[in-house]
């Protein structure tokens, strides 16, 4: 058994100073509504970063700000020290709906992010192979995303995302409509690439156990607008089991604290 790779005290990949995020539908920030508020957080290269809180705490809002895919309102947010300005390859995003275009093939939705940046077609191809056979969907390349179960959409948009060799991977509760058994093995080949590759990933989830089964660190947000409320290591040896009862410990120190800040939301409001 091995601990994780992404220790803290290693290069700082992002860093988050400040980060706030209003939304308005007539432009005033003042008659918007607040997402997320006055975030700081710094994220380690190599490190895996799960994002917790209640619904609606802006967790997805901060993880499309740390993609480029939104402008925060105010604060800064850097990447490698270079402020973030928009969406980049460098920082691939998956979704819980796995975001796959229907009309498009295994192998040609892994190309599409190959096709923007333009690569030559036998390139495009060669880094499609690779990365069909890396997620285990060898024999499924001219299937469409409606011949496959949900476990296998997520593969493909797993290997969509690496096929543009991204140093972060920036994941939307990918495993949250899926089966038990399903999400386990896609747990153990999630941290099983992020080992292989050196990757840092930011992985939001509601599952306080997922979260201490993948993550070197569990960041706590506050009820929204989204603050970080508390930030606990996890100090296990890999691999981890969801079902242990050492998971089981970490989580209900966890869940503990984040039922504390539900039960402070519904309190004040």
């Given amino acids: 058994m091995t601990a994780g790779t992404g220790a803290r005290g290693s290069a700082t990949i992002i860093s988050i100073?400040?980060?706030?995020?209003t939304f308005s539908s007539t432009g005033d920030p003042k008659a918007g509504t607040e997402a997320v508020?006055?975030?700081?957080?710094?994220?380690?290269e190599g490190e895996f970063v799960c994002l917790?809180?209640?619904?609606?705490?802006?967790?997805?809002?901060?993880?499309?700000?740390?993609?480029?895919?939104?402008?925060?309102?105010?604060?800064?947010?850097?990447?490698?020290?270079?402020p973030i300005s928009g969406a980049g390859a460098d920082r691939g995003m998956i979704f819980q709906s796995f975001a796959l275009f229907p009309w498009r093939t295994v192998r040609r939705n892994i190309e599409f992010g190959l096709e923007v940046k333009r690569l030559p077609r036998e390139e495009?191809?060669?880094?499609?192979?690779?990365?069909?056979?890396?997620v285990g969907l060898k024999g499924f390349e001219?299937?469409?995303?409606?011949?496959?179960?949900?476990?296998?959409?997520q593969r493909v948009g797993l290997a969509r995302a690496l096929a543009n060799d991204p140093a972060v991977l920036l994941m939307d509760e990918p495993f949250g409509s899926l089966d038990a058994m399903t999400r386990d093995l896609l747990h153990d080949e999630l941290e099983r690439l992020w080992?292989?590759?050196?990757?840092?990933?930011v992985f939001v989830t509601h599952d306080v156990r997922e979260a201490v089964r993948l993550g070197d660190r569990i960041v706590l947000l506050t009820s929204r607008p989204g603050k970080v409320a508390e930030e606990f290591p996890v100090h296990l040896d890999r691999p981890r089991q969801i079902g242990t009862r050492e998971v089981g410990e970490i989580a209900a120190v966890v869940l503990e604290r984040l039922r504390q800040e539900v039960r402070r939301h519904a309190t004040d409001r």
């Avoid at 100073?17 to 995020?21: A, E, H, N, T, V």
């Avoid at 001219?142 to 959409?153: D, E, I, V, Y």
Wanted: with cysteine; aromatic share 2%.
């Fill in 17 to 21: 100073r400040g980060i706030s995020k």
């Fill in 37 to 44: 508020s006055g975030v700081d957080l710094d994220i380690s």
């Fill in 124 to 134: 495009r191809r060669r880094i499609s192979r690779e990365h069909i056979e890396l």
């Fill in 52 to 82: 917790v809180g209640p619904s609606g705490c802006g967790k997805t809002t901060l993880l499309r700000m740390i993609a480029g895919l939104e402008a925060p309102s105010a604060g800064e947010l850097l990447f490698k020290g270079r």
């Fill in 195 to 201: 080992r292989e590759r050196g990757l840092t990933v």
């Fill in 142 to 153: 001219g299937a469409h995303p409606r011949q496959l179960s949900g476990g296998m959409q």
